[in-house]
């Protein structure tokens, strides 16, 4: 039989959080009491008046074809929104609205990348990164991290070569959740600049954040790492907008233009009725998501307190996972052994490129965690 699919296709992996999540539903479906920590979404509903948003602009007809990279209102509400919220000043121009945040960085990789270049991703990360910049033609290559579980600056300088082009910066971080000091933010931008390295920035967790930290900007350092930065951002997590799928980029002309053209090429353009909605979203911001952020904070706490002490983690200042080392088993047996005999479902961390860890998420019940608090400390127990 003759094979059609592609070598690059080959290579890819499926998504492991989806992988897990398929798993425990297939148990709950045989009647197992499942906790599922793997799903990275909000379990909140979204608030009421983006629904009722979208439903008037699907009454008033609002479900045609839009400019490919969005409709001018939204670009604009998005230029003043990282104007308020983040000190930088965009035209409408330089704003790319997506079917998803995960949509604008597959569009960036392949709006900037040429075959064989490098792009810089610091491990843990997110499990599509490295995959990304495959799809595309470029090389994924992983920085190693500090005591922080931030970027390891020694590291990145000893990587990078007349073949790299960005660096992929996620902060607030999934999986780790830490949040990207001032410090560490103006170190990382002395490296990238003096390289001539662009920057993505990826900022969907950017309001979910605990103890009074900011999530800072990396594009709002100076006018020089803003000109070679991309920002990414969306309303997935923000404003429990997962399945909505609606993101957006910021990025100089050049790459916006390029990013625009890909687009109206494969996907057109994004949802016309949802961006309706997420106007609304922009409008009411924090009345929308402090509710959820103070309930991941409460929850967050909760486990600060009461999981084992024998775990070790990176202290999550932002997002809503706990990234935790149970010991030396491999990551993959881990999950298995937890889900099979405990009926934790956790994604491993050997896909986020750091492995002897698994992911947690507290975007569940209170109730929920207590559970997973006492089968995780028998588990820790009773490990061979």
Same mark, same amino acid.
């Given at each position: 039989?003759?094979?059609?699919?592609?070598?690059?296709?080959k290579?890819?992996?499926?998504s492991?959080?989806?992988?897990?999540?398929?798993?425990?539903?297939?148990?709950?479906?045989?009647?197992?009491?499942?906790?599922?920590l793997?799903?990275?979404?909000?379990?909140?509903d979204t608030?009421?008046?983006?629904?009722?948003?979208?439903?008037?602009?699907?009454?008033a007809?609002?479900?045609?074809?839009?400019?490919?990279?969005?409709?001018?209102?939204?670009?604009?509400?998005?230029?003043?929104?990282?104007? /308020? #919220?983040?000190?930088?000043?965009?035209?409408? #121009?330089?704003?790319?609205?997506?079917?998803?945040?995960?949509?604008?960085?597959f %569009?960036?990789?392949?709006?900037?990348?040429?075959?064989?270049? &490098?792009?810089?991703?610091?491990?843990?990360y997110?499990?599509?990164?490295?995959?990304?910049?495959?799809?595309?033609?470029?090389?994924?290559?992983?920085?190693?991290?500090?005591?922080?579980?931030?970027a390891?600056?020694?590291?990145?300088?000893?990587?990078?070569?007349?073949?790299?082009?960005?660096?992929?910066?996620?902060?607030?971080?999934?999986?780790?959740?830490?949040?990207?000091?001032?410090?560490?933010?103006?170190?990382?931008?002395?490296?990238?600049?003096?390289?001539?390295?662009?920057?993505?920035?990826?900022?969907?967790?950017e309001?979910?954040?605990?103890?009074?930290?900011?999530?800072?900007?990396?594009?709002?350092?100076?006018?020089?790492?803003?000109?070679?930065?991309?920002?990414? %951002?969306?309303?997935?997590?923000?404003?429990?907008?997962?399945?909505?799928?609606?993101?957006?980029?910021?990025?100089?002309?050049?790459?916006?233009?390029?990013?625009a053209?890909?687009?109206?090429?494969?996907?057109?353009?994004?949802?016309?009725?949802?961006?309706?909605?997420?106007?609304?979203?922009?409008k009411?911001q924090?009345?929308?998501?402090r509710?959820?952020? #103070?309930?991941?904070? /409460?929850?967050?706490?909760?486990l600060?307190?009461?999981?084992? &002490?024998?775990?070790?983690?990176?202290?999550?200042?932002?997002?809503?996972?706990?990234?935790?080392?149970?010991?030396?088993?491999?990551?993959?047996?881990?999950?298995?052994?937890?889900?099979?005999?405990?009926?934790?479902?956790?994604?491993?961390?050997?896909?986020?490129?750091?492995?002897?860890?698994?992911?947690?998420?507290?975007?569940?019940?209170?109730?929920?965690?207590r559970?997973?608090?006492?089968?995780?400390?028998?588990?820790?127990?009773?490990?061979?």
């Amino acid at each position: 039989m003759v094979d059609y699919v592609s070598e690059k296709a080959k290579e890819i992996q499926p998504s492991a959080t989806l992988a897990v999540n398929r798993r425990a539903r297939q148990l709950q479906q045989e009647g197992k009491e499942i906790i599922n920590l793997s799903v990275g979404e909000p379990d909140f509903d979204t608030p009421g008046v983006i629904k009722e948003a979208c439903q008037a602009a699907l009454k008033a007809g609002f479900t045609k074809y839009t400019d490919s990279s969005g409709i001018l209102e939204l670009r604009q509400a998005i230029c003043e929104k990282l104007e /308020r #919220e983040n000190g930088l000043d965009y035209s409408p #121009e330089q704003i790319v609205v997506s079917n998803g945040a995960k949509h604008s960085l597959f %569009n960036i990789m392949m709006a900037i990348l040429n075959p064989g270049e &490098e792009v810089i991703i610091p491990a843990p990360y997110w499990v599509s990164y490295p995959e990304m910049v495959k799809l595309a033609g470029g090389k994924p290559v992983i920085c190693s991290r500090n005591e922080r579980f931030t970027a390891n600056l020694d590291h990145l300088r000893e990587l990078i070569t007349p073949r790299t082009k960005a660096f992929i910066l996620n902060s607030p971080a999934n999986p780790t959740g830490v949040v990207y000091t001032q410090k560490e933010l103006e170190d990382l931008t002395e490296i990238l600049l003096s390289h001539k390295i662009l920057c993505i920035s990826d900022e969907i967790y950017e309001h979910i954040v605990f103890d009074g930290i900011k999530a800072v900007s990396i594009a709002s350092l100076n006018k020089e790492i803003k000109e070679r930065c991309v920002v990414v %951002n969306g309303f997935s997590k923000t404003f429990s907008m997962t399945g909505w799928r609606l993101g957006y980029l910021a990025a100089p002309k050049a790459i916006a233009a390029a990013v625009a053209n890909i687009q109206s090429q494969t996907a057109s353009n994004p949802v016309s009725f949802v961006q309706k909605a997420a106007l609304v979203a922009l409008k009411y911001q924090k009345n929308l998501y402090r509710p959820m952020v #103070e309930e991941f904070s /409460r929850r967050r706490e909760f486990l600060l307190k009461n999981l084992p &002490e024998v775990i070790f983690y990176p202290r999550p200042d932002g997002a809503f996972y706990f990234f935790l080392s149970l010991g030396k088993v491999a990551s993959p047996e881990m999950a298995d052994y937890l889900l099979q005999k405990y009926y934790l479902a956790v994604v491993p961390g050997r896909d986020f490129g750091a492995d002897h860890f698994i992911r947690i998420s507290f975007a569940t019940s209170l109730e929920n965690l207590r559970k997973a608090v006492e089968r995780l400390s028998e588990a820790v127990n009773n490990l061979p």
